[in-house]
Structure formats: C-alpha cells, structure tokens
C-alpha cells in the first residue's frame, strides 16, 4: 500500500516544483540514481515502466526508499493499462502517472486514493479528467505543446494543475518559459538523468543538477 496519501503527494509536488523520472534496468544504477536526485533535495521520483522485469527494480527501488530515505516519495510512470496499476500499488507506488487518459486507471487508482497524474493533451481532456477527481495533469509530450498552451489553458481554467513532461530541460531559459506561463510542476526525464551522466556514473554532477534545478525554481516561483 502507498506510504503516502494523495494530498501529501500533491502538497510536495507543489512545493518541491519538479519530478525526475527515468527507467534503468540494473537496480544498482537505478539506487544510484534514487540516492543522487535524493541527496540533490528531490523528494519525489517517478520510475517509468519502461522495460522487461520493470516491476523487479521497482520492487527494490520503493523497500531501499523506504528503509534509507526517509520523505522520498516513489511513483510509476508510463502505466498504461488498470492491471499494471494495481500490480504497482500492491507494491507500494505513491502515485501513478500514465501517458494517456484512461478511465480504468483512475477507478482503480481512485478507489484506492492513490494520486493518479494521466497524460492530457487538450482542454476537454483536461476537463475531462479532473470530473473523474484528477488533481494533477500530465501535458505530454510538453515539447510538442509548449508553454503557450498551458498559458492558454490557465485563461479558462486557473485551477488546473499542470505539469509538463517532454521538452523540459534544466536550462533557466527553458524553466522559467514553463513556470511563466503557468507550469505547477515539471516532469524532468532526459535532459536531468542524460545519458551521458549515466555512461560515466556521475551522480555527483546528477546530485549537482537537482540540487541547482531545485534552487533556481524557488527563485522564480
């Protein structure tokens, strides 16, 4: 079960601005990588269900947060069906976010209490998805959007919680775009976790990034 509700997930998503989210195979690297966004200030993380024995890493990846991490809050990502949902809240996920809007996710998920984040990509989605009790959108891929539409969502709908995923980067250029126009939180994948931190094991720079992302947010917000 989710050691946190989801108004404490909601409450950290807003204060701490951001969500790292990535997939690795190895539980090691995966630990490492769970321990440098941690040590950087991230309090929330999303594992993506992204690759055969997914759930495996997960598995280790929410017990070693829970036992050595005290206030990291771990979800899953790329959910795409009410079956993997569940298989993942029985292992504790605090949060699911999926790529898409799907009403079997949310039933689930809602009737759980478990903060689910679907994937939106228009303001009847959006509409859509907040009758069914979201609190949080996911617009993805953000790169195709832009901030412009989050601006333009927030005209008729200032309450809506967004947060784009996909063309986010740790440039201050590229943050403060997205938080200008309205971006509550901002899903960071890539351009946080590079490949190149990962070929070379630089958690170090990882840790740096996180802990400079998180300074800059606060700064503007």
Request: contains cysteine.
């Amino acid at each position: 079960m989710a050691q946190y509700s989801r108004i404490q997930v909601i409450n950290k998503m807003t204060e701490s601005r951001i969500v790292p989210l990535f997939y690795h195979s190895d539980f090691q690297v995966a630990k490492n990588i769970l321990q440098a966004c941690y040590n950087g200030g991230a309090r929330l993380i999303e594992f993506t269900n992204r690759g055969d024995f997914a759930i495996e890493v997960f598995s280790k990846l929410i017990k070693f947060a829970s036992n050595e991490l005290p206030g990291m809050i771990v979800g899953i990502g790329s959910v795409t069906d009410s079956a993997a949902a569940s298989q993942y809240m029985l292992l504790g996920a605090n949060f699911i976010v999926t790529p898409v809007l799907r009403e079997d996710i949310a039933i689930v998920c809602n009737r759980r209490k478990v903060l689910w984040i679907p994937g939106c990509g228009s303001l009847t989605e959006i509409a859509r998805a907040e009758e069914m009790g979201c609190e949080f959108i996911k617009l993805f891929p953000g790169n195709v959007y832009g901030p412009d539409f989050i601006k333009s969502v927030k005209a008729p709908q200032p309450w809506s919680s967004i947060m784009p995923t996909g063309g986010v980067s740790i440039e201050q250029s590229n943050l403060l775009e997205w938080f200008k126009a309205g971006a509550d939180c901002v899903g960071l994948g890539s351009k946080l976790i590079s490949k190149e931190i990962l070929i070379n094991q630089d958690f170090k720079k990882l840790e740096k990034n996180v802990l400079n992302t998180i300074q800059f947010i606060k700064k503007i917000k």
